[in-house]
Every structure is written in C-alpha cells, then in structure tokens.
C-alpha cells in the first residue's frame, strides 16, 4: 500500500466521500456503507478507521446488541394483526442471564457509536425488546453503556418503553438529546428528565416533544425542566414543545446562559405584568446576548408586545403565536407590530412568523396601518401571518411590502374571509423581489392589463400557487395574466369553494401549455 494511504488527512479525505457521496435519495446523502464495509474487510491500515465510520451513526442497538454470543440472544417474530404485505420486524430477547464474558466484543464496537438516531421502539428489521435494557442497566447500573455517546435522540411510541429505554443511554458525553414520547406513563417525562439533569451536565443541545401537557405531571415537569436547564449551564439550543408551560424560573435561567442561541417554543405564564417582562427578557440586564432564533406565545398581543420590546437582539428567526381566542383591540396589534420599530432586529431579522389571534375590532383602515410598521424589517426573507384580520391588507400594502422587502423569498398570509388583494396587486412582488419562490395566499383574481408588466419583468422562480380561497372572474384572461408574471409555473392549488370551477379551468389550460411545450 502506497505510504500517502496512512495519513490521517488522506484517510478523512476517503472515508468522507463515502459517508457523503453525491448519490442522493429523496434529497438526502446515501452512505456507501457497503464500500465502507468492503474496505474494513480487506485493507488492514484502513480496518479501524472504516469501522468507526460504519458505527458513527446507529439507529438501534439492535447491531451492537447482535455482536454478542449468539446464545445469549433470538429474534422473533412480533405478532401482526395485518394480512398486509409490510415486513413484520424481528425482536430480539436475551435468553439467559448476562456473563461478563458477554461484553468483550460488545465493549469494543460501543465506544464507536457516536450518533443513536430515530426511534427506539420500532426501528429497522430488527429492534431490542424493553427486557434487554432491564438486563443492560442491571448489571452494569452505573456503566454507561455508549462510552463516547454524543447525541441521542429519542422517539418513544409505546408508553411501557419510555422508564427502561433512555436511563440505560444517558451519560456524561452526552451533548445533544432530542426526545419525542408519543405516550408516556404521566410520571415518567419528569423522572427522565431529572435523571438526565443529574447524568447529562454537558448538554449543549436539547429539545423535547411530547403529549399535552393534561397527561402529564405538570407540577413535576416544571420543576424538572428547573433542574435541567439549572445544572447544564452550556445549552445553546432549547426546544421544547408549546404544549409544555414555562414557567418565570426557567425563563430566568435560559436567560442567563451566555451561550443560549436557539430559544423555542416558550409558553408564557399567563398574568405576566410589564416589570416582570422587563426583568425576564431584558438584554440590558446581560441577559440572553447571544439569542437568535426565538419562538414563545403569549396569551395575548399586548404581552407579546412587551416581549418584543423588552428582548433586544439581533434576532435572525421569530415566531410569535398569541392564544387567547378573544376580539382583541386594533390598537393592541398597533402596538404589537409597532415594537418592531427600530429594534435591533431590523436589519437581521430574515424570518417572521405570527399567529392569532383570530379577530381584531377596529377601523379597516387601523390594520392596515399597523402591518405596515413591518416594512421596517430590510432584511425579511420568509413571513407567515396567521390572522383573520390579515384578508383587509390591500393592493397597496402589498406595494409598500414589495419595496420593503426585496429579498424576500417565502410570503404565506393565511385567512379565510374574503380577501382584499386582486391579481394586479402581486405585480409589485414580481417586479421588486427577484428572489421569490413560496407564495401562499387568497387573492381576488380578476384579469389586468398586461402593460402593467413591463416587458422582460417575470418570476421564473415560482412554480407553485397556493391560492387558498381565492376567488376568480374570467378563469382564462386570469390565466393568461398568470403565465405573463410566471412562465415556469406548473401547478395551482385551491380549496374548494365559489371560484373552484374557475380555478379548474386554469389548472387544466395550465396542463395544456406544459404539454404544447413539450411536444414542441
């Protein structure tokens, strides 16, 4: 073998083009494992790096699991109700006690797992039965089996799995954890997670999805959720499911970790006065530095207002949600979009989202007004509202919106009442934003004249619609109009409703063109 082939350089160089080949499968690397199984096999200098490589990334424990003696183990087959044609998966079960010389080739490939990935209930051909993680921490309780264990993520769909499962894979090297428990027992969301509290104290990444919060021990989860984000003080992502309250202690804590980038979804305490605000999020207090990405929902816009106000970032990412179903004011959305004015975010925000709350009393022309103090977000790339006040923002809005926004790339404005922006009014977005791609709205459709388009001004990049609602008056002069702003466009989608039939017809001259085009 050519002495080059033994640097370590040449060696990443090798092994990380088959890990990260250009082959691709829906959009994602394909690993050439067998490759890298091949070159374990027959090279020698090769045989360890190619191994690590192979057991980097698990799935299940299943392998490792399955290089012990072959009588300590057997698969069989789980019971199936479905006459169905899907491979039924393998369980495997211990069938005797452990024995330390069990461990020997277990303890050589376990150190190689760095990344468990996907579910550990139902993953691959062939997955532990819960009894095999009762045996593994019983005879060796306080031995993390994955020595060097970096990330794990969880996703639990069988409540009888979560106690046994995760406690027998937390460890000190852990540094991100991602659980998703679809069914918990109630107790035992918060016992992991202060045992991962105790065990994990170098998590720099955690998220957590689970059920509503009615299932589970609320009282017991705050005060877990306390002593994690109170023992691991280098978190920079905390990610946790909306459904999970928040309660002013953990709010406090993730403010004071210096690291702290990526902050969601936090459910705010309902109540909560101004002061209090001021003193949770306040950026003059050296508090949150270096948050970029947040996401929280308040139970109303005023409150979302003074936490807006208060945290001020150069925020890249915000998604605001506010809950309350209630009429809310006009001049409560005034000043809820009014604290986007000179914040510090307005030069680096490039995605926004805001939902709820469904209906805003006031004067038309108030709302209006109040989303215009959005245009002072230069660098805004992706908006979502989710309002039903959203459907009076009119031609000229979507005016000031397009030379506000130049780079913008995604705009989804959802409502479902009768929308004031005709067909026309999307003229200032082809013409100002080169770079939009994702447009989703409800839009009265109604033919324009074609000298409002200047000649060469057109959007190739679109090449979906999501029209919600829209409704629809001379289906094929609109369709015209449409193919003159967008000549890629392949694909219009509607709900049903008065302009469906209207919609039909431009979806079907819009097949036609296509295939004019490719029979020419």
Request: charged share 20%.
């Amino acid at each position: 073998m050519h002495p080059c082939l033994n640097l370590t350089e040449i060696q990443a160089v090798i092994f990380g083009h088959l890990l990260n080949p250009d082959l691709q499968v829906d959009g994602d690397p394909l690993p050439d494992f067998a490759t890298l199984a091949s070159v374990a096999r027959t090279c020698t200098a090769f045989t360890e790096v190619a191994l690590d490589a192979l057991w980097r990334d698990q799935t299940s424990l299943a392998p490792l699991l399955q290089v012990m003696p072959a009588d300590l183990w057997v698969l069989r087959t789980e019971a199936q109700a479905s006459t169905g044609e899907v491979p039924r998966p393998k369980i495997l079960t211990f069938v005797r006690d452990l024995q330390e010389a069990d461990w020997s080739r277990f303890d050589y490939y376990a150190p190689k797992i760095r990344r468990l990935l996907g579910t550990m209930f139902t993953s691959g051909p062939v997955y532990p039965d819960e009894t095999v993680f009762h045996s593994l921490r019983s005879y060796r309780p306080s031995h993390p089996l994955l020595p060097n264990l970096a990330t794990l993520h969880i996703h639990i769909t069988h409540p009888k799995n979560f106690k046994r499962m995760p406690l027998t894979l937390l460890s000190p090297t852990i540094t991100t954890l991602d659980i998703f428990v679809l069914d918990p027992p109630p107790y035992e969301v918060p016992a992991f997670l202060s045992d991962a509290a105790r065990t994990c104290p170098n998590l720099r990444d955690f998220r957590f999805r689970g059920p509503n919060s009615d299932v589970i021990d609320t009282l017991a989860l705050d005060e877990a959720l306390a002593a994690l984000v109170g023992t691991t003080h280098s978190i920079e992502v905390f990610d946790i499911d909306s459904s999970v309250p928040t309660t002013c202690k953990v709010i406090w804590q993730l403010g004071n970790f210096s690291a702290l980038r990526h902050c969601e979804t936090i459910s705010l305490p309902s109540g909560l006065s101004v002061s209090e605000i001021q003193r949770l999020f306040s950026v003059g207090q050296s508090r949150f530095l270096k948050l970029r990405r947040f996401a929280f929902e308040a139970q109303d816009l005023a409150m979302a207002a003074d936490v807006i106000a208060a945290l001020q970032c150069p925020l890249y990412f915000l998604d605001t949600c506010v809950g309350i179903q209630e009429l809310q004011p006009h001049s409560a959305l005034a000043r809820f979009t009014a604290s986007f004015e000179r914040h510090r975010c307005v030069s680096s925000l490039t995605t926004l989202w805001i939902s709820g709350p469904p209906e805003i009393d006031g004067p038309r022309d108030s709302i209006r007004s109040a989303f215009r103090s959005l245009f002072w977000l230069a660098a805004l790339e992706s908006l979502y509202l989710h309002h039903s006040c959203t459907s009076e923002l009119d031609d000229d809005w979507f005016s000031g919106a397009a030379a506000a926004w130049p780079r913008l790339r995604e705009l989804v404005i959802y409502h479902r009442d009768p929308p004031k922006v005709t067909l026309a009014g999307l003229i200032p977005l082809i013409r100002h934003c080169s770079w939009l791609s994702d447009l989703s709205l409800s839009i009265a459709a109604r033919p324009f004249d074609s000298d409002l388009l200047l000649p060469g001004i057109c959007n190739t990049r679109i090449t979906t619609l999501d029209l919600n609602s829209s409704t629809i008056v001379s289906p094929v002069r609109v369709f015209r109009c449409l193919v003159l702003m967008c000549p890629k466009l392949e694909a219009i989608y509607v709900v049903e409703g008065e302009g469906a039939e209207g919609w039909a017809r431009v979806s079907s001259l819009l097949e036609e063109s296509m295939e004019d085009e490719d029979e020419g």
